[in-house]
């Protein structure tokens, strides 16, 4: 019914494995042989061709469809999820483009496939993979940095913090490669004449992100009233590499939130917060993470005032997400991908597409006023409102 397995179709019986499925997708991503084709992954047929008499429920479309967004695979790729039915048979259909900026890893590890053959890279295939990377039309955050030199990046937060925290532990200990490779694996350096760090290495490793992206740092006040002329209780400029800045910010937030006692409504002493911690951090690092950085000055501002905090973005809404579709479940879009992939493996994210909605469940659990919006083509402004 469907042909053999080949460097564009591998085929499963069922969906018992989905781990198999997710480094598929990755090796098809990778497209190292360059067949700058589709790869196709046919779930509910046997190995000898034959129907397995799946029944493909939306449960496992659903399934399917959400390896998508659980964040390991990375960057994001590009595929499709569908139900067919070839000669009688009922199958599920992931159809995976190849990346426009390889190598793609799943958990840490980049897959490949040469023929029937799915592996994890050798250093020299992964090298190959980075080689071919695209610099027409890539993302912003990808994109070398000219003015800069490899000086400019702090090499020791790079291997000690970023590099463990994204590659496998065993690849790491087989790692041969130079300082500069390891830079250009991750999207860090372009290396194709010199050393030149990308926006992305600025922002996560860099030593003074600012230097070049002067809006690149949080504004954070605090005012003691409802109004900006109000007097101010505090004030700060976060900067530094993108840890160092989420690190300070979440420190700032838990010395700012207070916590109310209630012992009067319920037979146990309850403690409730004016404002829900994770649903702070989840808006904050959405700003962060979702801002525009290029043809900007602005930085993300964090006003906290008596009655409210207000995080304000620069950059409208990007790509499928609109004013009219903002913040609805399932519908989301990077203007900065791989600064996504870069917060996911030093765990400022759990898993992509989720932070409004898990903002909005904290604050329901905390009996705070509703999370809103105001969604404007330069700009998003997020508005969170103090627990009564």
């Keep these: ?33 360059g067949n700058d084709a589709s790869g196709v992954i046919f779930i509910g047929v046997k190995d000898n061709g034959k129907c397995a008499n799946l029944s493909v429920t939306d449960e ?26 070839l000669a009688g048979c009922d199958v599920a259909v992931v159809i995976v483009q190849p990346s426009d900026s390889p190598p793609v890893r799943y958990k840490g590890r980049v897959y490949i496939r040469v023929g029937p053959r799915r592996d994890i890279a050798t250093p020299e295939e992964e090298r190959r993979l980075s080689e071919r990377r695209r610099h027409r039309d890539i993302p912003f955050d990808i994109r070398p940095v000219a003015s800069s030199r490899l000086t400019d990046l702090d090499l020791s937060l790079f291997q000690n913090e970023y590099l463990p925290s994204s590659i496998a532990v065993d690849t790491l200990e087989q790692n041969q490669r130079t300082v500069e490779q390891q830079l250009a694996s991750v999207r860090f350096a372009n290396i194709d004449t010199e050393v030149v760090p990308t926006v992305l290495g600025i922002l996560v490793v860099g030593k003074d992100p600012r230097q070049f992206f002067p809006g690149a740092y949080i504004q954070f006040l605090r005012v003691d009233g409802t109004e900006l002329t109000d007097p101010i209780k505090d004030q700060r400029e976060i900067d530094g590499p993108l840890s160092q800045q989420l690190r300070v910010l979440d ?9 109310a006692t209630d012992v009067t409504s319920q037979p146990t002493e309850i403690a409730s917060p004016d404002y829900p911690l994770v649903a702070i951090q989840q808006i904050a690092r959405n700003a962060v993470l979702h801002r525009n950085y290029d043809g900007t000055n602005a930085p993300v501002r964090f006003t906290w005032f008596s009655d409210r905090i207000e995080i304000s973005s ?75």
Aim: proline share 7%; net charge positive.
């Design 60 to 85: 496992i479309l659903r399934t399917l469809s959400d390896i998508k967004s659980d964040g390991n695979i990375q960057p994001f790729s590009s595929f499709i999820v569908q139900k067919h039915t």
């Design 251 to 259: 420190e700032v937030l838990e010395a700012h939130i207070s916590i």
């Design 314 to 388: 620069p950059g409208g809404p990007y790509g499928q997400v609109n004013v009219a579709n903002f913040g609805t479940p399932g519908i989301t879009d990077y203007r900065n991908p791989h600064l996504a992939e870069a917060m996911k493996n030093l765990g400022y994210v759990q898993r992509f597409g989720l932070g409004i909605q898990l903002a909005r469940k904290e604050l329901e659990k905390n009996s705070s006023p509703p999370l809103e919006f105001d969604v404007q083509p330069t700009y998003v402004l997020a508005v969170i409102r103090r627990r009564r």
């Design 1 to 33: 019914m469907v042909s053999m397995e080949s460097g564009r179709v591998e085929r499963k019986e069922a969906l018992s494995d989905p781990d198999k499925v997710r480094q598929a997708i990755c090796a098809f991503a990778n497209d190292l042989p």
